[in-house]
């Protein structure tokens, strides 16, 4: 079951509840996947695109204004993944979201949580 686990929590609600948005595109899309729903899926992984897209803009805009020391690196990984969900997009057009497309989304997005977001957690807790 993909869904959001307060594992993942930040401690930013701000930032918590569009991870959890995030995780329920993920699951839309899953379900669109499994019942092979060609122009769900393709709204699914367009909404995941843009939602993902406005939160990666979000998050960046509160890390630069925090100061935070990662950000670069950050920003790099967003970019990468921005890439490649465009290119997922893309193919979704002539073709139906594949199993192994929802595995590749959630598994970058719940490691890009637990690790790379969770390192900024404390960072956003600092008195400044
Ligand atoms: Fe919440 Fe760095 O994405």
């Known amino acids: ?30 379900s669109a996947a499994a019942q092979e729903r060609t122009l769900f899926g393709a709204y699914a992984i ?37 890439a490649r969900l465009a290119e997922l997009h893309l193919k979704s057009i002539g073709e139906d979201i594949s199993a192994d497309t929802v595995k590749f989304l959630t598994d970058w997005l719940t490691n890009h949580i637990a690790r790379s977001d969770m390192a900024y957690a404390p960072y956003l807790k600092k008195p400044r």
Do not use: C, V
């Open 46 to 82: 367009t909404r995941l695109k843009n939602y993902t897209r406005s939160h990666f803009a979000a998050e960046e805009a509160l890390l630069k204004a925090t100061g935070y020391p990662g950000l670069e690196e950050h920003m790099a990984e967003h970019e990468t993944f921005r």
């Open 1 to 30: 079951m993909i869904e959001w686990t307060p594992a993942l929590s930040t401690g930013n609600e701000l930032l918590d509840e569009q991870h959890k948005a995030i995780f329920r595109w993920l699951a839309e899309l899953d």
